[in-house]
Nanobody, 127 residues
Framework: QVQVVESGGGLVQAGGSLRLSCTASGLTFDDYAMGWFRQAPGKEREGVSCISWRGGSTYYADSVKGRFTISRDNAKNTLYLQMNSLSPEDTAMYYC????????????????????WGQGTQVTVSS
């Protein structure tokens, strides 16, 4: 059984930073692309960033490019999202997800290809 668990969300002032973490178990972690998605109230869930199974390729949505950095530690089955220069527009529930197919890489990241999801971690940026 695959389990995905996020942590690291919280309340931060505009301009601040947060680092999200995500651990995944029950799958061969280094065979799967991983992604971060977010959903603000009343909005669709959007793909923020994703990283290929070995970490050699990454993707960022235009809205976070230059501010967010995705990384992974396959030895620890852990995915990270370093978020800098946060703005109130980044306020959302952030979800970690694993692609449902091993060694699958399709951009931009789309929800329907990510089969394993965490429960989400709330990020709130105050102005």
């Amino acid at each position: 059984q695959v389990q995905v668990v996020e942590s690291g969300g919280g309340l931060v002032q505009a301009g601040g930073s947060l680092r999200l973490s995500c651990t995944a178990s029950g799958l061969t972690f280094d065979d799967y692309a991983m992604g971060w998605f977010r959903q603000a109230p009343g909005k669709e869930r959007e793909g923020v960033s994703c990283i290929s199974w070995r970490g050699g390729s990454t993707y960022y949505a235009d809205s976070v490019k230059g501010r967010f950095t995705i990384s992974r530690d396959n030895a620890k089955n852990t995915l990270y999202l370093q978020m800098n220069s946060l703005s109130p527009e980044d306020t959302a529930m952030y979800y970690c997800a694993a692609d449902g197919r091993p060694r699958h890489w399709l951009l931009p990241p789309m929800r329907r290809f990510y089969d394993y999801w965490g429960q989400g971690t709330q990020v709130t940026v105050s102005s």
